[in-house]
């Protein structure tokens, strides 16, 4: 059974720094992309950054300068660095990847459960 497990997440003051991981555990054949999305209370989930499985990553325009993200394909493990934090990043980060498991030959979509950041003074 696939899983992906967060850790990272926190209370942070503005314009400090946070570094999300995501590890990825279970019979898996391959991971293609990574990312992560995030969802504040009465909005929508958003892909704040994605990673390609060749390590090209893409940024959602308010992130761009402050967050990288970063992979270990050895580890399974996808990062986010969080910089020059804002009160309006303040949401749950969930991870995500695209991944073929054992027994299958299509990629599937997997998240994670998901972890609070908070930006507040």
């Known amino acids: 059974q696939v899983q992906l497990v967060e850790s990272g997440g926190g209370l942070v003051q503005p314009g400090g720094s946070l570094r999300l991981s995501c590890a990825a555990s279970?019979?898996?054949?391959?991971?293609?992309?990574m990312g992560w999305y995030r969802q504040a209370p009465g909005n929508q989930r958003e892909l704040v950054a994605g990673i390609s499985s060749g390590g090209m990553p893409n940024y959602e325009d308010s992130v761009k300068g402050r967050f990288t993200i970063s992979r270990d394909n050895a580890a399974k493990t996808v990062y986010l660095q969080m910089n020059s934090l804002k009160s309006e990043d303040t949401a749950v980060y969930y991870c995500?990847?695209?991944?073929?498991?054992?027994?299958?030959?299509?990629?599937?979509?997997?998240w994670g459960q998901g972890t609070q950041v908070t930006v507040s003074p």
């Open positions: 279970g019979s898996i054949v391959r991971i293609n992309a």
């Open positions: 995500n990847a695209q991944l073929v498991e054992y027994g299958s030959f299509v990629s599937r979509n997997y």
